[in-house]
């Protein structure tokens, strides 16, 4: 983000859900030593979800162990609330069971405690823009849960068939084909030699004209249509 007035880059506003106190306090301490902004914190599921609509940060740091309501439940109102909030997901939990979950919740990467705090600025960095970050080890169980849901039937409304349907540009349609083969934004930039910003340019005006929220169903879209065959 950029401040219009001074040219000047805003800091990437970023609020911190865990439900330890000296845990989520370093966190927030490491992103504010690091320059970003941090805008709030939450202790626990219901006070997250009134922080988060009141302060309204770019990324969430979320935990998914949470009293009073689940990390899980927490991420998939924020979204529906806006869907234009990044969740990264925090967690010392590595089964797949709760990575998928959260993946289904509109979380926008996952990454376990045991990352160094320099994996964490980074995703933090990444997810802001819109990069899938995850754990290494499981993108490919993400990207084969994209494939099942894939196989489900979609909903009327994004059903490209229909009488008007908006119909994508070549690029558009190349992005989202390599979106779909499971490529970060950084990767999608190099094979197109375009730049970062371009990518997340096509990216939001397909999502805009499909009338898409997130990551999730862009994937879920392009591969019940074959593009990730291509």
């Known amino acids: 983000m950029t401040d219009g007035a001074s040219g000047q880059r805003e800091p990437i506003r970023v609020m911190v859900v865990d439900d ?5 306090d370093a966190v927030a301490r490491d992103l504010g030593a690091s320059g970003f902004e941090v805008v709030a914190t939450a202790g626990d599921g219901e006070q997250a979800v009134r922080r988060a609509k009141a302060a309204g940060p770019d990324v969430l740091v979320l935990d998914l162990n949470l009293p009073a309501k689940p990390g899980v439940q927490v991420c998939k109102e924020l979204v529906a609330h ?5 969740v990264l997901v925090l967690s010392a939990s590595g089964e797949h069971a ?10 926008t ?11 964490l600025l980074d995703a933090v960095r990444r997810t802001a823009v819109g990069d899938p970050v995850f754990t290494p080890g499981l993108a ?8 099942r849901l894939a196989s489900e039937p979609a909903p009327p409304a994004q059903d490209a068939g229909r009488p008007g349907a908006p ?5 558009e349609t190349e992005v989202l084909r390599l979106v779909a083969k499971g490529l970060s ?10 730049s970062h910003r371009t990518v997340q340019n096509h990216v939001q005006n397909t999502l805009g004209k499909l009338q898409l929220h997130n990551r999730v169903e862009l994937v879920r879209y392009a591969i019940e249509r074959g593009l990730d065959d291509e």
Not at 82 to 86: C, E, F, I
Not at 140 to 147: D, P
């Open 82 to 86: 806006n869907p234009a909030l990044r």
């Open 167 to 171: 119909q994508l540009t070549e690029r």
């Open 109 to 119: 990467g996952y990454l376990l405690k045991s990352a160094s705090t320099e994996e």
């Open 185 to 194: 934004y950084k990767q999608i930039a190099e094979r197109l030699v375009i």
């Open 140 to 147: 490919g169980l993400v990207l084969g849960e994209y494939r």
């Open 98 to 107: 709760d990575v998928l979950e959260a993946v289904k919740s509109g979380a």
């Open 20 to 24: 330890h106190p000296m845990w989520r």
